[in-house]
């Protein structure tokens, strides 16, 4: 029956079967790339469509047998700048198009709901606010923007959703954002984007878009009891950071409450809005940024808090309104400060030393 | 079909008695040599023996995606195959291509000159090939390196235990060799030109070599820079990339693209100046507006340097700056637009013949267009944040460097084959060579670009399974494009004794090289040529050789 092989055939049918073009529309971003894609597409064909019909129509036009005789023609300053200033103007709608996207793909909403990531060779590790704890998966409800604040704990990673057509690199040392809003449930392709070594196209996994009443579902059945904040709140203690930074009138660091967003005036005389990359800067370097009417005595706690303790510190900073819990906090460890040392090793997030 | 090639009578031609082939003979002659067309010899030899373990790793690597699971190789081993294919293909082959063998051998003679301006720098960047060729070899042999051919810090500095440091030393040396190259490019086409010889009389060649040589002397040392930091902080840990000093792993993207994206432009010119030599010979037509082809190679080089930054779009520099870089890259396509439709301008009105350079360079045409096109697609914003680090990029850049570059190459070596070596080719086999070689290619990088859309990362051992039948695709076509490789490395050698005699024009081309006898003398000239006629002045050609007598021998 088949006059090819039954492999083969079958492989065909499959192919026929699941021919995809695009990958599947699932963001709200998505159709805008691909209006953007299918214009490009449109003049390049257009672009090699000419391009191909002059070689060929040329060829036969003037081939030697027809035209025995070549015309010398010098060149011609008109239809010169007419190739020179069509592309230009396509080229420059091409940029506009693209400038639009790419600030919309990455200036997020103000009410996105934040997931933080952190990658390491060779997975995705996805903390969600209330605390839940996701590996090489990441759970999301449809229709509410999220924004992603991501890091990476050794190597360039790079974190790519094909359907959404949103994708990042996750960087060391520094805070990454991307956002989206989901619009189609379905499980879809997570991808590590950047070689990241030996096991680099293992670095993948799930992105789970849920309806949003799923999605609560979800958030109920695998909270892990502590959220982020709470847990950062635990390590701000465990690490002694109360112990400065009280809002007592003679405490020898700045307030923390009601910092995350403010602007802070430095001694070097800039002014500097303390966002996530900030906090995290000045727990690791404080020296880099010291804050006006301080003194540069805060010890660097590199090495002392892993990149998810310093997700928490974050988290629980951000959320930190007033310093009284602090301040409670402070008395109930003064009384016993032999016991502070060994409960510092048992917060999770700290690092053993 | 009718053709241009004006053979003498093969029953009594013979090749001159006295060449740059025969003056000398042993190795020492070849080793010690200060002639730049033995040089070019030299460098022909040892870049196809390099394009050809480099294409071995590429068919490995074709054959490892045939299945969606990680099946032949381990995951180590495929990434130092994909890391070596790029290093060699790169820094040993497309660099070095077309400049270093038929740049080297026709540039002189196209000036109207008797040796390069620095004969010894030049065999000495040879030499430095060859040691950059050996450490990368070494590399290899010693157990291969995987951190990619860019290098990527931190990955590369603290968490790889292959041999970095030797393949990156080979980088650097290979660095060198390359500046050396375009320095003597630069001082023979400034200093040693024939009389009359002026700037505006130059072939295309030499204006493409010459944007091209700007870019390796600028370009090159920055490379040279970041490759001795990364050698640095990987061996004694200096602190310049590993945030957790206090360094920047962003600052050696910076670096490291400075020189890595005017690359491509030192790899493609000279093969714009291959295709601006070989068309206005096909079509027996002065180049169409020969400034504007001029200068948007100058244009070309000096908008190359400062988009360097659209290789970190998604890297978090700032909104601002990846504005200026999108716009920047979207002006530098300009003046590769101007170059293709002013070749195509030039088939107009022509006297049109189809042999195998003009074969190539429709190839070069056609499949650098869409590498030019799909490069409009990365440069704009948006459309990056999808597009990068996935198979569409990989397909992108094998358009415009195997497509294009790889397309100018054979279509060069074939145009100045009979110049170099006194013989022709076979042209109905090289023909079938041609086309095979351009369907190969689109059968195995067009399905690339459909598979990056959809999402497929780069440099992936494993993929999802409904890829695989575009995988499948590109790698049947990696094998025709294979054969298309194989087949002129079979009948160039085999031409080398039994091609047809080819006498000193056998294109009726105009460049001085086609004025002398094949292959030249050592000297190149008997007699300084006194240059009075414009470039591709066929009207010139004509005149000449109305009342002269073909002799051979």
Known sequence: ?353 | MSTIVRLPDQKVATLPKRTFLNSEYGLKSWLLTGDHKRIAILYLISITFFFFIGGAFAALIRLELLTPQPDLMASDTYNKMFTMHGIIMVFLFLVPSVPATIGNFVIPIMVGARDLAFPKINLLSWYLYIFAGCFTLSALVLGGVDSGWTFTTPLSTHYLNTHVVTAGLGVFIAGFSSIFTGLNFIVTIHRMRAPGMTWFRLPLFCWSHYAASILMVLGTPVLAISLVLVILERTIGIGVFDPAKGGDPILFQHLFWFYSHPAVYIMILPGMGVISEVISTFSRKRVFGYTAVAFSSVAIALFGFFVWAHHMLIMGISNYSALVFSLLTMLVAVPSAIKIFNWAATLYKGSITFETPMLYAFGFMGLFTIGGMTGVFLGSLGMDIQLTETYFIVAHFHFVMVGGMLMAFLAGVHFWWPKMTGRMYPEGLSKLAALVTFIGFILTFFPQFIVGYLGMPRRYHAYPPEFQVLNVLSTAGATVLGIGYLLPMLYLTWSLKYGAIAGENPWQATGLEWQIQSPPLTENFTVTPIVDYEAYDYEWLANKTKHEVTTVG
């Open chain 1, 1 to 353: 029956m088949h006059i090819i092989s039954p492999v083969l055939w079958e492989f065909l049918i499959r192919w026929l079967t699941n021919f995809a073009l695009f990958p599947p529309e699932a963001s709200t971003v998505a159709p805008q790339t691909d209006a953007l894609y299918l214009f490009l597409v449109f003049i390049s064909v257009i672009g090699c469509g000419i391009v191909t019909l002059l070689v060929v129509g040329f060829s036969i036009m003037f081939r030697h047998d027809r035209n025995p005789e070549a015309t010398q023609i010098e060149g011609s300053t008109l239809l010169e700048a007419t190739w020179t200033l069509i592309p230009l103007v396509l080229f420059m709608v091409v940029f506009v198009w693209g400038a639009v996207l790419y600030f919309r793909i990455y200036n997020p909403p103000k009410n996105a709901m934040n997931i933080y990531v952190v990658g390491k060779q060779w997975m995705w590790k996805a903390e969600h606010p209330g605390g839940q704890h996701e590996i090489n998966g990441l759970h999301i409800p449809t229709g509410r923007p999220i924004q992603l604040t991501m890091i990476s704990q050794d190597v360039f990673h790079s974190f790519s959703i094909p359907a959404f057509r949103v994708k990042r690199e996750v960087i060391p040392g520094r805070y990454t954002t991307v956002w989206f809003e989901a619009t189609q449930p379905g499980t879809y392709h997570l991808f590590c984007t950047q070689y990241c070594g030996t096991k680099h196209s293992a670095m993948i996994g799930d992105i789970v878009v849920l309806k949003p009443e799923a999605y609560e579902a979800w958030i109920e059945s695998s909270t892990s009891g502590t959220s982020l904040a709470q847990n950062g709140e635990r390590i701000f203690a465990a690490l002694g950071c109360n112990a400065c930074h009280n809002g007592n009138p003679d405490s020898r660091g700045p307030s923390l409450a009601n910092v995350y967003g403010s602007k802070l005036q430095l001694t070097n005389g800039s002014l500097i809005t303390a966002d996530d990359a900030f906090l995290r800067d000045t727990i690791l370097n404080p020296s880099m940024h010291v804050t006006q009417g301080f003194a540069p005595i805060m010890p660097t706690y590199q090495g002392q808090v892993s990149e998810e303790g310093l997700i928490d510190l974050v988290e629980y900073i951000k959320g930190l309104h007033s310093n009284d819990r602090i301040q409670q906090t402070l008395n109930t460890t003064q009384v016993s400060p032999a016991q502070s040392g060994t409960t510092a090793s048992k917060v999770p997030g700290t690092v053993n030393q």
